[in-house]
């Protein structure tokens, strides 16, 4: 059975947690034209941007995971844009502000587009009656988000489900914490290593050099199958050698899947041109820039070992193309696992989790 906050801070994990200074909680309150419960202050201070590992909140048939505001005031602005149009258009002449939030994922349609339904969950201040006197509600709504992949297209309410309820025996931060529990949830912290995958079976990725008339090294063949049928980690690397010159010194390249390699190649073969119909992109970097296979050669063969080439993308009317490697084992011996990158992200993902009660100022 799950325990009460309140009687169990020290089993308490968040993520996340940006505290705030008096000095910028009065610029939030200058910026809202509010004033928050100085009792609750502290609380704010302490767990802005906070988001809950294993806590929910907890109302006769409602229950959500717990995330606090972001009251900082460089995000305010961004952060309540879409809740603000939310109020004045289903609560007019209100004035309301969230302090915690909650989200539940209730369906997923998939047609053209991915239409993902959520519950959204908002627990508020309510400063209608006396700016400096809030009362708290809760405001509950279902939401639509279109999305195509990653991109988000479009999101709105549903008609008709947007309530509004008052707190009836909250009067501060504090009392909420009453109706806050603790789950068996685990934290499932972020991994320093990316897992490359790829979606194109053997006998598409045979298909692909057979149309353009190449052969793709072995060792970079075995690693794509080998990313369809279990993933290949990818850790933080480094230059071993120096590179050359043009070529981005902080940056070893990501694998694109071969999905993403044809649509590069397409791209680039009608939107830069001229570009080499013997140029085969594989690996993106953070400035845009590509690793590519290049069977360009005096022979004008290519079933040869290609070589690897280093794509300078947006230079236009000057596209330039680097020479990194002889081939493509001798590009992956430029290369090394970044050790101290790696001992920084692990640093960097455990420092990102708070347990406990944070220390609340006065």
């Not at 906070?50 to 929910?56: F, L, P």
Request: aromatic share 14%.
């Amino acid at each position: 059975m799950d325990k009460k906050l309140i009687e169990n801070w020290d089993k308490a994990i968040w993520e996340n947690i940006i505290k705030i200074d008096g000095k910028m909680l009065n610029e939030v309150e200058k910026k809202l034209k509010v004033k928050f419960p100085m009792a609750d202050k502290k609380y704010i201070k302490a767990y802005n941007n906070a988001r809950s590992v294993n806590i929910v909140f907890r109302i006769e048939r409602e229950e959500f995971k717990v995330d606090f505001s972001n009251f900082n005031i460089d995000f305010l602005e961004m952060n309540t844009k879409f809740f603000l149009s939310l109020i004045e258009t289903y609560f007019p002449s209100q004035k309301i502000v969230y302090i915690l939030s909650g989200r539940e994922k209730v369906n997923t349609k998939i047609e053209e587009t991915v239409l993902i339904y959520y519950k959204q969950y908002e627990i508020c201040y309510d400063f209608t009656k006396n700016e400096e006197e809030a009362e708290f509600c809760l405001i509950t709504y279902e939401e639509v988000v279109e999305k195509d992949g990653i991109e988000i297209l479009k999101k709105e309410i549903v008609e008709g489900t947007v309530k509004k309820e008052k707190l009836e025996n909250v009067h501060s931060l504090k009392d909420l914490f009453e109706y806050m529990y603790i789950t068996d949830e685990k934290v499932e912290k972020e991994e320093v290593f990316y897992i490359f995958r790829e979606t194109a079976t053997e006998n598409e990725i045979k298909e692909f050099q057979e149309e353009l008339g190449i052969k793709f090294p072995e060792n970079y063949e075995n690693m794509l199958n080998r990313a369809r049928e279990e993933g290949v980690r990818l850790y933080p690397k480094k230059w071993k050698v120096k590179v050359p010159r043009g070529v981005m010194e902080y940056d070893t390249g990501m694998y694109i899947d071969l999905k993403d390699v044809k649509e590069t190649y397409e791209i680039f073969l009608e939107e830069h041109k001229p570009y080499p119909k013997k140029l085969i992109p594989i690996a993106l970097y953070g400035n845009g820039d590509y690793a590519c296979l290049d069977y360009r050669g005096k022979l004008n063969t290519t079933l040869k070992e290609p070589k690897i080439t280093y794509y300078v993308h947006d230079e236009i009317g000057n596209r330039r193309f680097i020479h990194l490697a002889d081939s493509y084992d001798k590009f992956l011996d430029m290369i090394e696992v970044d050790e101290d990158e790696i001992e920084r992200r692990e640093k960097e993902i455990e420092e990102s989790y708070f347990y406990g009660e944070q220390p609340l100022e006065d």
